[in-house]
């Protein structure tokens, strides 16, 4: 079966993480599929393609997956997760705000931050604030996972030739709107 990685971008270029969690789902092992939602990803989907080890970059673009919200981007992710035994996001804001919903509407146990692959059924995570390590194997049809990034090294993005098929976007839910970002910068 195949491995489904969400890409985490901000609609004009790939973010380092995505590169992470493509580094452990080449530890898992088999066929590597990027999922690029968003408004106006193209570039994105290009940079995807050129990710050592993927197979395939799946890209729904469409207004309502520009600013990324769970909801939206839970739904498109569980309508075209047949077919996948892993779905895998970095442990980012992002992939910690969708993937939980994403195992909650394929009713399986999903699997945080981890920082080792055993095999295809068993990860190794942090528990206790990071004193303790725990082992965890999981027996689900689907593994829902989100990544510690800094458990794995970035694939080389660079070197790939991965075919871009375009999906069709789902319904805008209409459950959530992002109003507003704002930044804090730091003297640091």
Do not use: W
């Not at 799946?58 to 739904?75: I, K, M, S």
């Not at 992939?95 to 068993?122: F, H, Y």
Request: aromatic share 2%; glycine share 8%; hydrophobic share 50%.
């Amino acid at each position: 079966m195949a491995i489904l990685v969400i890409a985490e971008h901000d609609n004009a270029s790939l973010k380092t993480a995505t590169l992470n969690a493509v580094t452990a789902a080449a530890k898992i092992g088999g066929e590597i599929h990027i999922l690029v939602a968003g408004a106006g990803c193209g570039a994105v989907a290009e940079q995807a393609a050129k990710v050592s080890g993927v197979a395939k970059v799946r890209v729904a673009d469409a207004a309502h997956y520009g600013d990324q919200t769970a909801e939206n981007l839970a739904a498109l992710i569980v309508a075209n997760a047949s077919g996948y035994s892993h779905i895998i996001a970095p442990a980012t804001s992002n992939g910690k705000n969708t993937l939980p919903r994403v195992a909650a509407l394929l009713d399986v146990a999903q699997i945080s931050e981890i920082i080792s692959v055993v095999d295809a059924d068993t990860f190794v995570r942090p528990i206790y604030a990071g004193n303790a390590l725990a082992t965890v194997k999981s027996s689900d049809a689907t593994k829902v996972i989100t990544v510690r990034t800094t458990g794995f090294d970035a694939a080389a993005n660079s070197g790939g030739s991965a075919a871009v098929e375009a999906l069709a976007a789902a319904a805008d839910l209409g459950q959530s709107k992002l109003l507003g970002r704002e930044l804090t910068k730091s003297a640091r």
